[in-house]
């Protein structure tokens, strides 16, 4: 009667444990953290759920980040970066709270509560190295911008440079999230501006002053050479406006007779020339000369 009486006992106590595994298994109702059951590996079963819920989340999100990056490299800008970035970080931590277990106690809640912020501490900083890409390729759209503006106008730099400025800032903003900033690139790209305004005076600087001392060379030749005019004057008398020119040839000789008057001086000039022509002109050579005795005048008159 004893073992019966003992036997009967166990029975009855084995009858709600029965009843709680049987509605588990059925997915009637869930298992208490508190159960006797969980006691052993209960804490280590939770861990590995978070962890799968992690890495669901950040692979989800790594996905997004991939596309963005192939974008940005390719040289085109992500649009509205900024709100897209808060949009994938916000999905994430929407996949990891649907799919982390609900915590029991203290300690699961603290678990939970720091793999969700893994998840954000892994992906903010990647968008923010996708941000400081994006920056610096704005930056260099907004800088050609700007040299392809000045260079259509020469009085344009300022209004140029305004344009580039505003069109930095307005993507640059709009690529931008809460805690992100973007000073430091806009200030870097005003500076640049600067020095190619500044580089491009110079030239011109540089330009102008090479015309300048061009027209002082040319001036100070033109009045070098007045001044030996005017000695040319002083030495030879007042010059005529008059120049004259006489040659003659000696009939049947090679020898040539000049005289000229050019800016009030004469020049006689007698030369022993063969006629080269002659043979083209017959045994005789000229029969009869264009003027009285073969004399060839020129006269030039300067007004």
């Known amino acids: 009667f004893f073992l019966i009486a003992v036997l009967l006992q166990v029975i009855m106590r084995s009858v709600p444990l029965l009843a709680s595994l049987f509605a588990v298994a059925s997915g009637k109702a869930a298992l208490p953290r508190n159960h006797a059951l969980w006691v052993r590996g209960g804490s280590d079963g939770y861990a590995a759920a978070c962890d799968q819920a992690y890495q669901n989340a950040i692979s989800g999100a790594q996905a997004e980040l991939s596309k963005f990056s192939e974008e940005i490299e390719s040289g085109s800008c ?160 007042t010059a005529t406006p008059l120049n004259l020119g006489l040659a003659y040839r000696v009939p049947d000789t090679n020898i040539n007779l000049s005289v000229g008057h050019q800016q009030g001086r004469t020049n006689v000039q007698l030369s022993c020339v063969p006629d080269e022509s002659a043979p083209l002109l017959g045994p005789n050579g000229f029969t009869r000369g264009v003027g009285p005795g073969n004399l060839g005048v020129s006269v030039s008159l300067t007004v």
């Not at 203290?106 to 996708?130: I, T």
């Not at 020469?154 to 307005?170: K, L, P």
């Open 78 to 237: 992500v649009v509205d970066f900024g709100a897209k970035s808060d949009a994938v970080l916000a999905a994430a931590m929407q996949g990891f709270a649907a799919s982390a277990p609900s915590p029991a106690d203290a300690s699961d809640q603290k678990m939970c509560a720091a793999k969700a912020a893994a998840v954000e501490g892994l992906l903010e900083p990647s968008l923010r190295v996708l941000y400081m890409k994006q920056l610096l390729l704005l930056r260099e759209k907004a800088l050609a911008r700007y040299k392809v503006a000045a260079k259509a106008s020469e009085n344009s730099d300022y209004e140029a440079m305004i344009d580039a400025d505003a069109f930095f800032g307005s993507e640059a903003e709009a690529s931008t999230r809460a805690g992100w900033d973007y000073s430091a690139e806009r200030a870097s790209l005003q500076a640049t501006m600067n020095e190619v305004a500044r580089a491009k005076k110079r030239l011109a600087d540089t330009k102008l002053a090479a015309a300048k001392a061009q027209q002082e060379i040319m001036k100070l030749l033109q009045t070098q050479h007045s001044q030996i005019q005017q000695l040319q004057q002083v030495a030879y008398g």
